[in-house]
């Protein structure tokens, strides 16, 4: 899937988006954290630098007292000596007794108060109304202001920085994806693979191209190990089977001659076939099992054959020719073929492809319908194959679809619907299995086919995309 794909189908984040804004929130963070700190800061310079007053007033009254026996006036006309706290001014009596390790208080009319304790017993107050000595306080608006505009202003460098940043780191990415997204694996040229890696810097991103570079040459590799396995399987199995089959319609043909002319010239009539025929019988529904398997696992390895390579089909030659080519499975079985003309249809599908999916599905019918009927119809852009035969055992039913899984009645391997799964699934159609009153949903989302349960046989459906 291109990278085109990919952000037509899934929500596309940009790496280079997230950089920036992950950097602005950052900055804010800071900013927001840096101006905090500023503004205690100046809150608590304000405050140290009244108590340093305070702590030298206290300590000049403390000298004086000592000298004289009595306590002088404070020096500054803000400062006022208290011994009781009964004796502070009205507005902040009741808070210093109700709180007596509180230092600073807010008065009425913008006042504010620092309360000193000069000598705790007996208790001796230096208190001081310092509005006329704030700095910070009367133009704390003025300051968050600023800090304010300021984050705001870092944070918009910060942003610009980020884009930039952003940009140039996330280009060698976008460089990268470019090199990968147009390059087919199994067309990478050998000089681009040797070059491929040495255009990124010895980074983070140049470590990624020298493992995709790596991984894209074991999949050219892989590839072409799988064309050549494809060429000899094509040849070497084939052919084989080819001769298997042709050599048992012989044997086949030559004994009912023989059969006829016997029979022409004695009153027996024989209605049992021998074990011979019986083991050869077996040996040509082996032979066409193991050629339909074959060729399925063929085609899916093809690229040429993936679903982006449908075009239109007509159904009902396809299934004629699947009926005929299957025919021989229904030698000497009551059973009636019902081809409804629904059938005669044109859908989105690879010829090939379809052919091998109705191979699998009708040999199973054929194979498994002893008597009675099997029924092909066309509905709602869905093929419908359903057969009077045993149906589907319940221990096996949810697992029908996996590799080796077989009823008692089976010959096989129990690779059939498993490869009609994987089929689908590669396709992109949806085929779902109802058996005995139960149904199973099967392989992909695609398609307008939904399962339905019948009480006897079984019935596997296959929808189409439009």
């Not at 004796?87 to 006042?111: C, M, N, S, V």
């Not at 992909?444 to 349960?453: E, F, M």
Request: proline residues 4%; neutral net charge.
């Amino acid at each position: 899937m291109s990278a085109k794909t990919a952000n037509n189908s899934t929500k596309f984040h940009s790496l280079s988006r997230r950089i920036v804004v992950q950097f602005c929130v950052f900055t804010l963070v800071i900013s927001a954290v840096y101006s905090l700190i500023s503004f205690i800061l100046m809150y608590t310079l304000e405050d140290s630098f009244i108590e340093q007053q305070l702590q030298q007033e206290a300590a000049y009254l403390s000298t004086q007292y000592q000298q004289t026996s009595s306590w002088p006036a404070p020096r500054s006309h803000s400062m006022q000596l208290h011994f009781n706290r009964d004796t502070l001014p009205d507005e902040i009596r009741y808070k210093a007794l109700a709180e007596p390790e509180r230092k600073e208080f807010f008065g009425q009319q913008g006042l504010h108060y620092h309360l000193y304790t000069v000598i705790a017993q007996p208790e001796v107050l230096l208190l001081a109304e310092v509005s006329q000595q704030l700095l910070v306080r009367p133009i704390s608006g003025g300051v968050l202001q600023f800090l304010f505009s300021s984050a705001l202003l870092v944070s918009s460098i910060a942003c610009l920085i980020a884009w930039f940043v952003s940009r140039r780191t996330t280009r060698p990415l976008k460089q990268l994806a470019a090199l990968v997204d147009s390059v087919a694996p199994q067309q990478l040229p050998q000089q681009f693979s040797h070059q491929f890696a040495n255009q990124f810097a010895n980074d983070e991103v140049g470590i990624l191209a020298r493992t995709l570079k790596q991984s894209l040459s074991g999949i050219a590799r892989a590839l072409e190990r799988e064309k050549s396995f494809t060429a000899d399987v094509s040849h070497e199995l084939r052919t084989p089977l080819a001769v298997i089959k042709n050599a048992v319609e012989l044997w086949q043909s030559q004994q009912t001659g023989y059969q006829q002319t016997t029979q022409q010239h004695t009153a027996h009539t024989r209605t049992e076939p021998d074990a011979d025929q019986l083991l050869i019988t077996r040996i040509y529904d082996a032979a066409v099992q193991m050629e339909k398997t074959v060729q399925t696992l063929l085609i899916q390895a093809r690229q040429e054959h993936a679903a982006d390579k449908n075009s239109r089909t007509d159904l009902m030659p396809l299934l004629e020719r699947a009926i005929l080519d299957n025919s021989m499975l229904l030698q000497g079985k009551p059973v009636t073929v019902q081809l409804c003309d629904s059938c005669q249809v044109n859908i989105n599908a690879n010829a090939d492809m379809l052919k091998v999916l109705l191979d699998n599905l009708l040999s199973n019918a054929f194979k498994y319908t002893e008597a009675g009927e099997v029924s092909i119809a066309f509905s709602d852009n869905c093929l419908q194959i359903r057969d009077t035969g045993p149906g589907i055992a319940a221990d096996i039913y949810p697992h029908i679809t996996e590799a080796g899984v077989k009823g008692r009645h089976s010959t096989g391997f129990g690779f059939g619907l498993a490869i009609v799964k994987r089929l689908c699934e590669h396709q992109g159609w949806q085929m779902s299995v109802s058996s005995g009153g139960r149904f199973d949903q099967g392989s992909s989302d695609h398609g307008n086919c939904s399962p339905v349960r019948i009480s006897t046989g079984t019935m596997v459906s296959v929808g189409f995309g439009p």
